[in-house]
């Protein structure tokens, strides 16, 4: 059924940054607002939300949501592992974290006038691996985003995701060149239990799998 019924909840959303020098950053267009769709309406449904919010355009404001900032990639990372030694029923990780940082950080503002710059990428580790490890008992939700894939890739990215990081559900997420979305949630069993043509249908739909404790 992947139907979950919770009391506390954690979700994250937005980017995160990789420093590049002291004034720069690579970062992603994530805007988070899928994350903060689900805290409004788990709150709404009388869940205690914790949402752990990136450098967004738009932050959200709530009295009734406990939001907590961060910017860079390993702030998320540290915030994390203090956030899991809490009693949280249900993880919703919706944030765009980034995929690559820098092997070496420049530590002042690099030369504007270099004629080239190469800049190292070495893998970050990924995240959502570690909230099976540190709260095995927690209902899962991971996200997977892809850009024109087939529905073939999709379904074989989701497969993997649900083996490294032992998600409950996955939410797959496609968005094209002109912008459209949709999107599907799968099960363990890669069955699609629901699907969404924006982020406003996804959040409802996603919130209908989560049974809040009055």
């Not at 009295?63 to 900032?69: A, D, E, P, T, W």
């Not at 004629?115 to 995240?127: M, S």
């Not at 094209?176 to 924006?198: M, S």
Request: with cysteine.
């Amino acid at each position: 059924m992947a139907y979950k019924t919770c009391k506390n909840i954690l979700i994250t959303c937005g980017p995160t940054w990789i420093p590049v020098d002291h004034v720069r950053i690579i970062s992603n267009i994530s805007t988070g607002k899928l994350g903060q769709s689900l805290a409004r309406g788990l709150a709404k449904e009388g869940a205690k939300v914790t949402l752990l919010e990136g450098p967004v355009y738009d932050p959200l404001k709530s009295k009734n949501i406990r939001v907590v900032k961060f910017v860079f990639y390993d702030e998320l990372s540290s915030l994390l592992r203090k956030e899991l030694r809490k009693n949280y029923d249900v993880i919703i990780h919706a944030a765009a974290v980034s995929d690559y940082r820098l092997r070496k950080i420049h530590k002042t503002k690099i030369r504007s006038d270099r004629p080239r710059l190469n800049l190292q990428l070495v893998p970050t580790e990924k995240i959502i691996s570690i909230f099976k490890r540190l709260k095995p008992r927690a209902f899962l939700v991971g996200f997977k985003l892809e850009t024109q894939a087939t529905p073939r890739q999709i379904r074989d990215k989701v497969k993997k995701l649900f083996t490294a990081a032992q998600c409950d559900l996955v939410v797959a997420n496609t968005v094209g060149h002109n912008e459209k979305y949709q999107g599907w949630i799968f099960d363990k069993d890669l069955n699609i239990l629901a699907r969404a043509r924006n982020r406003q249908e996804m959040s409802s739909r996603l919130i209908k799998r989560i049974k809040v404790k009055r």
